[in-house]
Protein backbone atom coordinates (compact mmCIF):
# COMPACT_ATOMS: atom_id res chain seq x y z
CA UNK A 1 0.00 0.00 0.00
CA UNK A 2 1.63 3.25 -1.66
CA UNK A 3 1.68 6.47 1.42
CA UNK A 4 -0.91 8.33 -1.26
CA UNK A 5 -3.75 5.51 -0.84
CA UNK A 6 -2.33 5.05 3.21
CA UNK A 7 -2.57 8.53 4.50
CA UNK A 8 -5.99 8.61 2.28
CA UNK A 9 -7.56 6.46 3.97
CA UNK A 10 -6.57 8.10 7.36
CA UNK A 11 -7.71 11.17 6.29
CA UNK A 12 -11.29 9.31 5.17
CA UNK A 13 -11.23 7.66 8.64
CA UNK A 14 -10.89 11.31 10.45
CA UNK A 15 -13.80 12.70 8.09
CA UNK A 16 -16.00 10.00 8.90
CA UNK A 17 -15.15 10.88 12.94
CA UNK A 18 -15.85 14.06 12.44
CA UNK A 19 -19.47 13.19 10.41
CA UNK A 20 -19.92 11.05 13.37
CA UNK A 21 -19.56 13.16 16.34
CA UNK A 22 -21.42 15.91 14.58
CA UNK A 23 -24.41 13.82 14.85
CA UNK A 24 -23.76 12.68 18.16
CA UNK A 25 -24.09 16.63 19.08
CA UNK A 26 -26.92 16.12 17.48
CA UNK A 27 -28.32 13.22 18.99
CA UNK A 28 -27.29 14.78 22.11
CA UNK A 29 -28.68 18.37 21.98
CA UNK A 30 -31.02 17.57 19.57
CA UNK A 31 -34.50 19.82 20.56
CA UNK A 32 -37.59 17.60 19.26
CA UNK A 33 -37.33 13.84 19.46
CA UNK A 34 -37.49 13.70 15.87
CA UNK A 35 -34.36 15.72 15.60
CA UNK A 36 -33.09 12.75 17.41
CA UNK A 37 -34.08 9.87 15.60
CA UNK A 38 -32.49 11.32 11.91
CA UNK A 39 -29.19 12.18 14.13
CA UNK A 40 -29.31 8.43 14.52
CA UNK A 41 -29.41 7.56 11.22
CA UNK A 42 -27.28 9.75 10.32
CA UNK A 43 -24.96 8.09 13.10
CA UNK A 44 -25.63 4.78 11.57
CA UNK A 45 -24.99 5.79 7.67
CA UNK A 46 -21.70 7.56 8.64
CA UNK A 47 -20.56 3.98 10.85
CA UNK A 48 -21.83 1.84 7.81
CA UNK A 49 -18.95 3.51 5.89
CA UNK A 50 -17.04 3.60 8.45
CA UNK A 51 -16.94 -0.34 8.20
CA UNK A 52 -16.53 0.25 4.10
CA UNK A 53 -13.28 1.87 4.91
CA UNK A 54 -11.94 -0.41 7.23
CA UNK A 55 -12.61 -3.10 5.00
CA UNK A 56 -10.28 -1.07 2.44
CA UNK A 57 -7.69 -0.79 4.77
CA UNK A 58 -7.43 -4.18 6.50
CA UNK A 59 -7.95 -5.32 2.78
CA UNK A 60 -10.84 -7.90 4.12
CA UNK A 61 -14.01 -9.54 3.21
CA UNK A 62 -15.67 -9.60 6.73
CA UNK A 63 -16.26 -5.70 6.79
CA UNK A 64 -19.01 -5.46 4.25
CA UNK A 65 -21.31 -8.39 5.98
CA UNK A 66 -20.82 -5.76 9.15
CA UNK A 67 -21.38 -3.03 6.97
CA UNK A 68 -24.45 -4.34 5.61
CA UNK A 69 -25.79 -5.58 9.02
CA UNK A 70 -25.65 -1.87 10.12
CA UNK A 71 -27.43 -0.63 6.90
CA UNK A 72 -30.06 -3.31 8.22
CA UNK A 73 -30.85 -2.45 11.37
CA UNK A 74 -30.26 1.19 10.79
CA UNK A 75 -33.34 0.94 8.30
CA UNK A 76 -35.31 -0.81 11.16
CA UNK A 77 -34.47 1.23 13.94
CA UNK A 78 -35.33 4.62 12.07
CA UNK A 79 -39.08 2.93 10.99
CA UNK A 80 -39.67 1.70 13.95
CA UNK A 81 -38.72 4.92 15.89
CA UNK A 82 -40.71 6.89 13.50
CA UNK A 83 -43.55 4.23 13.61
CA UNK A 84 -43.38 5.21 17.65
CA UNK A 85 -43.39 8.80 17.04
CA UNK A 86 -46.48 9.09 15.04
CA UNK A 87 -48.80 6.75 16.79
CA UNK A 88 -47.32 6.22 19.77
CA UNK A 89 -47.12 2.35 19.34
CA UNK A 90 -45.25 0.14 16.91
CA UNK A 91 -46.99 -2.56 16.18
CA UNK A 92 -50.68 -2.20 16.25
CA UNK B 1 -10.24 -13.70 4.52
CA UNK B 2 -7.12 -14.58 2.70
CA UNK B 3 -8.21 -15.22 -0.53
CA UNK B 4 -6.97 -12.46 -1.87
CA UNK B 5 -3.44 -11.51 -2.72
CA UNK B 6 -2.31 -8.87 -0.35
CA UNK B 7 0.51 -6.66 -2.38
CA UNK B 8 1.15 -3.58 -4.15
CA UNK B 9 -1.59 -3.09 -5.99
CA UNK B 10 -1.22 -0.82 -9.30
CA UNK B 11 -0.75 3.17 -8.93
CA UNK B 12 -4.03 3.81 -10.95
CA UNK B 13 -6.07 1.71 -8.84
CA UNK B 14 -4.59 2.95 -5.85
CA UNK B 15 -5.14 6.93 -7.00
CA UNK B 16 -9.03 6.12 -7.78
CA UNK B 17 -9.49 3.91 -4.41
CA UNK B 18 -8.12 7.01 -2.34
CA UNK B 19 -9.46 9.79 -4.14
CA UNK B 20 -13.29 8.29 -4.00
CA UNK B 21 -12.58 7.42 -0.59
CA UNK B 22 -11.89 10.80 0.46
CA UNK B 23 -14.58 11.94 -1.49
CA UNK B 24 -17.37 10.09 0.30
CA UNK B 25 -16.21 10.86 3.37
CA UNK B 26 -16.23 14.43 2.89
CA UNK B 27 -19.74 14.27 1.75
CA UNK B 28 -20.51 12.57 4.49
CA UNK B 29 -19.06 14.63 6.92
CA UNK B 30 -20.72 18.30 5.09
CA UNK B 31 -24.00 16.27 5.34
CA UNK B 32 -23.68 15.52 9.23
CA UNK B 33 -21.73 18.95 9.73
CA UNK B 34 -25.73 20.36 8.10
CA UNK B 35 -27.41 18.35 10.63
CA UNK B 36 -25.98 20.39 13.22
CA UNK B 37 -25.67 23.94 11.51
CA UNK B 38 -28.84 24.03 10.06
CA UNK B 39 -31.67 25.89 12.15
CA UNK B 40 -35.03 23.97 12.13
CA UNK B 41 -35.51 20.14 11.85
CA UNK B 42 -37.60 20.66 8.49
CA UNK B 43 -34.44 22.13 7.00
CA UNK B 44 -32.01 19.72 8.85
CA UNK B 45 -33.89 16.41 7.57
CA UNK B 46 -32.55 17.16 3.86
CA UNK B 47 -28.62 17.57 5.03
CA UNK B 48 -28.12 13.50 5.81
CA UNK B 49 -29.48 12.66 2.71
CA UNK B 50 -25.82 14.16 1.02
CA UNK B 51 -24.07 11.44 2.73
CA UNK B 52 -26.54 8.72 2.41
CA UNK B 53 -26.63 8.85 -1.56
CA UNK B 54 -23.21 10.55 -2.44
CA UNK B 55 -21.44 9.22 0.11
CA UNK B 56 -22.20 5.62 -0.33
CA UNK B 57 -22.07 5.57 -3.85
CA UNK B 58 -18.20 7.23 -3.37
CA UNK B 59 -17.65 4.72 -1.00
CA UNK B 60 -19.09 1.96 -2.95
CA UNK B 61 -17.15 2.89 -6.17
CA UNK B 62 -13.93 2.68 -3.94
CA UNK B 63 -14.38 -0.42 -2.62
CA UNK B 64 -15.63 -2.16 -5.87
CA UNK B 65 -12.27 -0.57 -7.41
CA UNK B 66 -9.55 -1.53 -4.72
CA UNK B 67 -11.41 -5.36 -4.33
CA UNK B 68 -11.22 -5.91 -8.10
CA UNK B 69 -8.05 -4.98 -9.12
CA UNK B 70 -6.61 -6.91 -6.03
CA UNK B 71 -8.68 -10.52 -6.55
CA UNK B 72 -8.26 -10.26 -10.35
CA UNK B 73 -12.23 -10.58 -10.75
CA UNK B 74 -15.04 -8.32 -10.58
CA UNK B 75 -16.03 -7.77 -6.84
CA UNK B 76 -19.86 -6.57 -7.08
CA UNK B 77 -21.34 -7.54 -3.06
CA UNK B 78 -20.92 -3.65 -2.24
CA UNK B 79 -23.47 -2.43 -4.93
CA UNK B 80 -26.06 -4.65 -2.46
CA UNK B 81 -25.29 -1.99 0.08
CA UNK B 82 -25.95 0.52 -2.32
CA UNK B 83 -29.11 -0.37 -3.61
CA UNK B 84 -30.64 -1.06 -0.20
CA UNK B 85 -29.76 2.30 1.24
CA UNK B 86 -31.09 3.70 -1.62
CA UNK B 87 -34.42 1.86 -1.13
CA UNK B 88 -34.10 2.51 2.49
CA UNK B 89 -33.25 6.28 2.71
CA UNK B 90 -36.37 7.76 1.04
CA UNK B 91 -39.06 5.51 3.61
CA UNK B 92 -37.10 6.17 6.90
CA UNK B 93 -37.00 10.00 5.71
CA UNK B 94 -40.62 10.06 4.24
CA UNK B 95 -41.68 8.27 7.75
CA UNK B 96 -39.56 10.79 10.14
CA UNK B 97 -41.34 13.67 8.36
CA UNK B 98 -44.87 12.55 8.39
CA UNK B 99 -44.00 11.67 12.23
CA UNK B 100 -42.95 15.43 12.76
CA UNK B 101 -45.65 17.02 10.71
CA UNK B 102 -47.86 14.93 12.89
CA UNK B 103 -46.60 16.14 16.43
CA UNK B 104 -45.56 19.39 14.85
CA UNK B 105 -49.59 19.87 14.45
CA UNK B 106 -50.19 18.46 17.37
CA UNK B 107 -48.54 21.29 19.16
CA UNK B 108 -50.10 23.48 17.10
CA UNK B 109 -47.31 24.69 14.98
CA UNK B 110 -47.03 26.78 12.01
CA UNK B 111 -46.95 23.55 9.26
CA UNK B 112 -49.73 23.88 6.57
CA UNK B 113 -52.63 21.98 6.92
CA UNK B 114 -53.29 18.64 6.94
CA UNK B 115 -54.72 17.54 3.55
CA UNK B 116 -58.96 16.72 3.74
CA UNK B 117 -59.23 13.91 1.31
CA UNK B 118 -59.22 11.73 5.11
CA UNK B 119 -55.81 9.93 4.19
CA UNK B 120 -54.48 9.75 7.88
CA UNK B 121 -51.22 11.99 7.69
Redesign the interface.
Known amino acids: MTPVLFWALKLALLLLAVAMLCALARLMIGPTAQDRVTALDCLYVNGMLMMLVLGIVYASNVYFEAAMLTALFGFVGSTAMAKFLLRGEVIE | ?N??I?G??P?WA??V???F??L???F??I???G??RLPT?FR??H??TL??TV??WC??I??IV??SV?GYSLFL??V??VL??AL??P??TI??M???L??ERQKGGDVPPAAKSGAPD
Open positions: MDFVPLLEITAVAVGAAAAGSFLVFRIAPGAGVMTATYFQHALIFITAITFLRAAFR
